[in-house]
């Protein structure tokens, strides 16, 4: 019952980001439907941790947007239709029912057997390793692992030397 309604939930947000024109809004909206798939993977996985990750980036890269939209575009009026927002409300009092109406205790049986499996299967194959690290982190994966890690130090560092910070958008004048 709790992921129907959190799709549900889900739904709403993404139809309500197709009707927001403020691109502030639309980061909100981002950063709320962004901890909705986090706090629906947290509960179907084995391991919160990747949950965890996916918001600390979702919310990085969205302050990031954040901050350049505030600096361009501050003194844009903030306004909603009336018209989308009662399309939107219709909508979900249609959906609303629709939840309810499926059977969230099959859902729930599903979801259960699948981690259940998931579960065995990584502890007949390696029970001293924690569940979801233990193939990333395994040794045959330690040069591939070793050579993403570096890849990403160099782009960073390549990128931060080649943005000016005398010139662009969050220039101070």
């Known amino acids: 019952m709790i992921s129907n309604l959190t799709m549900l939930i889900m739904v709403a947000s993404a139809m309500l980001f197709l009707v927001l024109k403020h691109p502030l809004a639309m980061a909100l909206s981002i950063i709320f439907q962004t901890t909705l798939i986090c706090i629906l993977c947290s509960v179907t996985s084995v391991s919160t941790w990747f949950s965890y990750i996916l918001f600390l980036i979702f ?28 399309g939107l409300l219709m909508v979900l009092f249609i959906l609303l029912p629709v939840s309810f109406i499926s059977n969230p205790l099959n859902s729930q049986i599903k979801w259960e057997s699948l981690n259940s499996s998931f579960n065995n299967y990584l502890t007949i194959n390696a029970p001293h390793l924690p569940p979801l690290l233990s193939k990333m982190y395994n040794l045959s994966f330690s040069p591939i692992t070793t050579f993403i890690i570096i890849y990403l130090l160099i782009t960073l560092i390549v990128v931060v030397n080649m943005a000016p910070t005398s010139a662009g958008p969050l220039r101070k004048t």
């Open 59 to 86: 919310l990085g890269a969205v302050l990031v947007v954040f901050s350049y939209i505030a600096a361009l575009a501050s003194n844009e009026k903030f306004s909603t239709s009336f018209k989308s927002v009662a």
